[in-house]
Nanobody, 126 residues
Framework: QVQLVESGGGLVQAGGSLRLSCTAAERTFEVYAMGWFRQVPGKERQFVAAISWNGANLYYTDSVNGRFTISRDNAKNTVYLQMHRLKPEDTAVYYC???????????????????WGQGTQVTVSS
């Protein structure tokens, strides 16, 4: 069982920035593909970004491409989501996810991940 703990959410005005962090209690963090997803009430969990186990491959949903950056620090067992130029439609609970997968392409759908954090709320005011 991999425990994931997110932090960094909060309230920000439109156009502002936030950085989310997700730290894993896992000795072999470096072999895990990591993803960020978000969810609003009444809607399905949506893919935001993913990073391969070695950080070489990054993927973003179109709506955040160019504004968000996913990165990882394997020495700290942490994955980050830097968010710039936030919009009200970015408001959601953000979840990080992990999958023990050493492939070039990280998963981009919720069903492909088997470990999840508890979520952190991001609210963007207009």
């Amino acid at each position: 069982q991999v425990q994931l703990v997110e932090s960094g959410g909060g309230l920000v005005q439109a156009g502002g920035s936030l950085r989310l962090s997700c730290t894993a209690a896992e000795r072999t963090f470096e072999v895990y593909a990591m993803g960020w997803f978000r969810q609003v009430p009444g809607k399905e969990r949506q893919f935001v970004a993913a990073i391969s186990w070695n950080g070489a491959n990054l993927y973003y949903t179109d709506s955040v491409n160019g504004r968000f950056t996913i990165s990882r620090d394997n020495a700290k067992n942490t994955v980050y989501l830097q968010m710039h130029r936030l919009k009200p439609e970015d408001t959601a609970v953000y979840y990080c996810a992990a999958r023990n997968l050493r492939l070039a392409q990280p998963p981009t759908t919720p069903s492909e991940y088997n470990y999840w954090g508890q979520g952190t709320q991001v609210t963007v005011s207009s």
